[in-house]
């Protein structure tokens, strides 16, 4: 039996043309054109992927760099470890305080940079944040010098791409600096509060003036009321004594002197017509004093050596006391201001008055009178070793009326004059506590009348 010719296509070429029912030629034409065509649209795709990886590198490149940068430029140190505590990543603040290179603090263990009483303590903080806790400590690293400065850190976890806790992140500052930011703010708060208080005190003691001017202006016809009756009841109270004192008057009234007791009654007429007279002045004093508020047009001034004035004012005041202090000057030589003695004195003598009172139930008084100069100013500063004043008497110790004092022994006007004399030199006057305790004055005065003539210029 004959056996048949099996035929086999050589190649991918023959196989194409026999199921395509081609001649060779026209198989080969159409596949390499449908090769080619392929080969295009892959070089495409290529070219299209080129493009965006280019793009994509781009801006992945500038994101490292703005992370870069901006690490670099925190202040605040920055330390990135593995679970381990080993190093992976630092800026250049910890590069500074340690004082070595990136490459030789990468892959080393952050103990090693560490004083070794801290070790322990930041692998266990390390430990705490891997496992998810936000944790503080206090730390010192190796500088170049020693020990570092104590630096406040924070812990707190690292996460990879898919959210496991892989390490922990390290940040912190000096404690120093942390200190020194709270102290300005507490500064700037304090600074604030003694603005704000000596705005409403301001406001108070304007609408205070207005309304204590209007009152001392209504006050003083009666006062003159009383004066003149009080002369001419004087000058009466002398006729009468003059006429029953004639003797044949005294003869033929005798029984009725007796019964209108009026030996006694003329007796007693010079005290009474005195007391009255006293009370009249004090009630005019009180009321020149209470117009000061209105500030009226200073008179002239003159040149004041505070030194000799304050001495003047210690020595008016300790012949009025019954207690004895001691009172110490700490004065700068030829400090000289353009003011009216008269008034800078009675300012003084208030303040030091006040300081004897103070230190009445003290063991061993003392008074501090210290006068300098500053810029523009000449500063007047009167302390004492008293209990000091709390916050309520801080507030309204300027006020008019206010006194701490018993009944009879103050009218709780002699601070709001002094407050008001120094206002009308263009100056400040303000009181705190000490800290070693008792109360200081501070009186600040221009050294030139430049200021206070532009008050009497515009009329207080």
Same mark, same amino acid.
């Given at each position: ?140 690293? /190796? ?67 207005? /309304? ?138 208030? /303040? ?109």
């Amino acid at each position: 039996m004959r056996k048949s010719k099996i035929y086999r296509p050589t190649n991918m070429i023959d196989l194409l043309s026999e199921s395509a029912g081609l001649p060779d030629d026209a198989q080969t034409e159409n596949m390499w054109l449908e090769v080619i065509h392929k080969v295009d649209e892959v070089y495409s795709d290529l070219i299209r992927y080129e493009s965006d990886l280019e793009i994509k590198n781009a801006e992945l490149e500038e994101a490292q760099q703005f992370i870069s940068s901006v690490i670099a430029s925190v202040s605040d140190i920055l330390v990135v470890c593995d679970e381990k505590g080993r190093i992976l990543q630092v800026n250049p603040a910890f590069q500074r305080i340690t004082g070595l290179s990136k490459m030789d603090l990468l892959g080393a263990s952050l103990a090693d940079f560490l004083v070794e009483d801290d070790r322990a303590s930041a692998l266990q903080k390390i430990a705490e944040g891997v496992a998810g806790k936000v944790t503080e400590c206090e730390l010192r690293f /190796l500088a170049a010098g020693g020990a570092s400065d104590l630096m406040a850190i924070n812990c707190s976890a690292r996460f990879d791409h898919p959210g496991r806790r892989v390490g922990a992140v390290l940040t912190g500052r000096p404690i120093g600096e942390l200190k020194r930011a709270y102290e300005a703010l507490h500064r700037a708060h304090r600074e604030l509060q003694q603005a704000q208080r000596k705005l409403v005190e301001q406001e108070k003691m304007a609408s205070l003036g207005r /309304l204590v001017a209007g009152v001392a202006h209504e006050l003083n016809n009666p006062i003159s009321f009383i004066y003149g009756n009080i002369h001419t009841l004087d000058k009466y109270r002398g006729a009468l004594a003059e006429y029953f004192e004639n003797s044949s008057v005294k003869a033929q009234n005798e029984e009725l002197r007796r019964r209108y007791r009026i030996d006694a009654i003329l007796a007693d007429l010079p005290s009474l017509i005195e007391g009255t007279m006293d009370g009249a002045v004090r009630i005019s004093d009180i009321v020149r004093n209470l117009r000061r508020l209105s500030f009226s047009r200073p008179a002239e001034t003159q040149r004041v050596d505070l030194e000799r004035i304050a001495r003047t004012a210690a020595n008016w005041a300790a012949r009025s006391k019954k207690t004895r202090a001691e009172i110490v000057f700490d004065c700068e030589e030829s400090v000289v201001v353009d003011a009216h003695e008269g008034q800078v004195h009675q300012v003084l003598v208030n /303040l030091i008055d006040n300081a004897f009172d103070a230190t009445r139930d003290v063991a061993t008084p003392r008074i501090r009178v210290a006068i300098r100069k500053t810029s523009a100013h000449a500063e007047i500063v009167v302390e004492d070793n008293g209990r000091g004043m709390s916050d309520v008497v801080l507030d309204k110790v300027f006020e008019p009326f206010f006194t701490t004092k018993v009944v009879g022994e103050g009218t709780g006007l002699g601070l709001w004059i002094s407050y008001s004399i120094v206002k009308e030199h263009g100056g400040s006057i303000v009181v705190a506590n000490q800290p070693s305790g008792g109360a200081m004055f501070t009186v600040q005065l221009p050294m030139n009348s430049a200021q206070l003539h532009s008050r009497a210029d515009q009329g207080g």
